[in-house]
T-cell receptor
Framework: RKEVEQDPGPFNVPEGATVAFNCTYS??????FFWYRQDCRKEPKLLMS???SGNEDGRFTAQLNRASQYISLLIRDSKLSDSATYLC???????????FGKGTTLSVSS | NAGVTQTPKFQVLKTGQSMTLQCAQD?????MYWYRQDPGMGLRLIYY???????DKGEVPNGYNVSRLNKREFSLRLESAAPSQTSVYFC???????????FGPGTRLTVL
């Protein structure tokens, strides 16, 4: 099992749609979880941290299931500006660095 | 407050040439990182520095060396560039290992 796995997509959705991304990780001892966003030919930027109790930031909701080693990101009311690649990020087994998934590409159309 | 800066933005090298990629952060972060990003491969960690004076290998360190010059600066050196090192290189910094990482704008390197 790869350390962090994501469905690469692309996910093509219309404006206003709700879309969900999933991510699985292999290290049961991971302590830190994030979703990053990367626009084409730009640097990754933090979208949100993921907490055990789940957390929400506007239209974005992140969930963590430690038992299943599964993280999700839900985007409601998609905007054109949400088009990007979303990276699932988990701390490594040694706790010394972060491991980035390969990303899921979202394309929102009008 | 510039965050993380990288120079140069673009570079073309010939096989066998050497160069140093520069990275600096002004957020007083302890940890700094160098990644490469290739199509279909995602971000892969080359080297990292947990704190000033320490460096450690990441997933793909071969062909690279690093220097943590001081708390602000972390450079990546290619001693003898190879076409396989054609990539986009990102520098990042964070307060600690498990904290949010902030990325620089990247260096697009082509080795002919």
């Amino acid at each position: 099992r790869k350390e962090v796995e994501q469905d690469p997509g692309p996910f093509n959705v219309p404006e206003g749609a709700t879309v969900a991304f999933n991510c699985t990780y292999s290290n049961s001892a991971s302590q830190s979880f994030f979703w990053y966003r990367q626009d084409c030919r730009k640097e990754p930027k933090l979208l949100m941290s993921v907490y055990s109790s789940g957390n929400e930031d506007g239209r974005f909701t992140a969930q963590l299931n430690r038992a299943s080693q599964y993280i999700s990101l839900l985007i409601r009311d998609s905007k054109l500006s949400d088009s990007a690649t979303y990276l699932c990020v988990v701390s490594n087994q040694a706790g010394t660095a972060l491991i980035f998934g390969k990303g899921t590409t979202l394309s929102v159309s009008s | 407050n510039a965050g993380v800066t990288q120079t140069p933005k673009f570079q073309v090298l010939k096989t066998g040439q050497s160069m140093t990629l520069q990275c600096a952060q002004d957020m007083n972060h302890n940890s700094m990182y160098w990644y490469r990003q290739d199509p279909g491969m995602g971000l892969r960690l080359i080297y990292y520095s947990a704190s000033e004076g320490t460096t450690d290998k990441g997933e793909v360190p071969n062909g690279y060396n690093v220097s943590r010059l001081n708390k602000r600066e972390f450079s990546l050196r290619l001693e003898s560039a190879a076409p396989s090192q054609t990539s986009v290189y990102f520098c990042a910094s964070s307060a600690g290992y498990r904290d949010t990482q902030y990325f620089g704008p990247g260096t697009r390197l082509t080795v002919l």
